[in-house]
């Protein structure tokens, strides 16, 4: 246990020293979190915080956005995304320290570089008290949370989503006003998403319905498909779906994106393929584990 933590705290210290220089030196403010601290200002000022169409974000993210609102934004951002990896890494850790070749993944790096929710969503399947996380960003936490589902987990969202209400009544109906100038893919419908229907061959799963889940709700960018690095579970599973995750990253930066149709057709080809080659190949023994004991 001594040694988890010690590793944890390693991998969030670097990740949140790493993610606040990246953000500083590129004037970035707190990036994707600066939304969470601009409701949580919103809330405090008792002002509408769907005042811009760029506010996507429900009331239930800017809750975490509480304990930053007096920090300067790019050591906010960078606290708040050591806290997501090093708790992610503790929960990885649990289940062998194979697991930790998660962080060579591209969306990881992804994320690292806008200080988004991913990782912390990815480490609530590992708590169930974190599993309110999922309500931050409901399109990614969604998966995971349909597919991790607890008595505490629901007890724990049900009390974060009251709270959120009793703050602020009326945020769901702003919120919803603004979810038509979120502009997503969904990996399901952007070919070759339809081939990622064969998951349902092992339909009885857990990662079989999360590659499912993931692939049905919208997405917008590369780092929201890092739940689905909760799938590979063998080092060379995890070493497999990490490396070709950088095709994505390579394409990306040789040839910018011009439509998230685009977005969507390499996330699909780099990321959720390799998925469902690690479904459809795991080892029979391995797979009745998986079964009896997902994580």
């Known amino acids: 246990m001594h ?23 590129f004037h970035q403010d707190a990036a994707d979190f600066q939304w969470a601290i601009r409701g949580a200002q919103h809330l405090l000022a008792r002002r509408n915080p769907y005042d811009t169409a760029l506010q996507q974000y429900p009331m239930t993210a800017a809750l975490f956005g509480l304990p ?6 790019e050591i906010a951002a960078g606290i708040f995304f050591g806290i997501s990896s090093g708790l992610l890494a503790f929960g990885l850790t649990g289940y062998g320290y194979k697991r930790l070749f998660v962080f060579l993944a591209y ?39 349909a597919t991790h589902l607890s008595r505490k987990g629901i007890i724990a969202c049900l009390v974060w989503l009251l709270l959120s209400l009793v703050l602020m009544p009326s945020w769901p109906l702003g919120w919803w006003k603004q979810l038509g100038n979120y502009q997503h893919f969904i990996p399901l419908l952007v070919l070759p998403g339809p081939l990622l229907a ?26 929201d498909s890092l739940i689905l690095w909760l799938i590979p579970k063998s080092r060379r599973e995890l070493l497999f779906t990490a490396a070709l995750s950088w095709g994505a990253g390579i394409w990306r ?10 977005v969507g057709r390499w996330t699909v080809i780099f990321i959720y393929l390799p998925m469902l080659v690690v479904l459809l190949t795991r080892k029979v023994a391995y797979r009745e584990k998986s079964v009896a004991n997902p994580f």
Request: aromatic share 18%.
């Open 3 to 25: 040694r988890r933590i010690a590793v944890s705290l390693a991998i969030g210290i670097a990740s949140g020293l790493f993610c606040w220089y990246l953000l500083h030196r």
């Open 68 to 73: 930053f609102v007096r920090m300067t934004p």
């Open 107 to 145: 969306p990881y790096w992804g994320s690292m570089l806008t200080a988004q929710w991913s990782p912390l969503i990815t480490a609530s399947a590992f708590f169930p008290l974190l599993l309110p996380v999922t309500l931050a960003k409901p399109q990614v936490g969604f998966p995971v949370a």
């Open 198 to 223: 064969l998951a349902l061959v092992h339909y009885r799963e857990r990662d079989a319905w999360l590659l499912l889940l993931a692939a049905m709700v919208p997405e917008r960018w590369f780092f």
């Open 253 to 262: 930066w040789y040839h910018y994106p011009q439509s998230f149709n685009q």
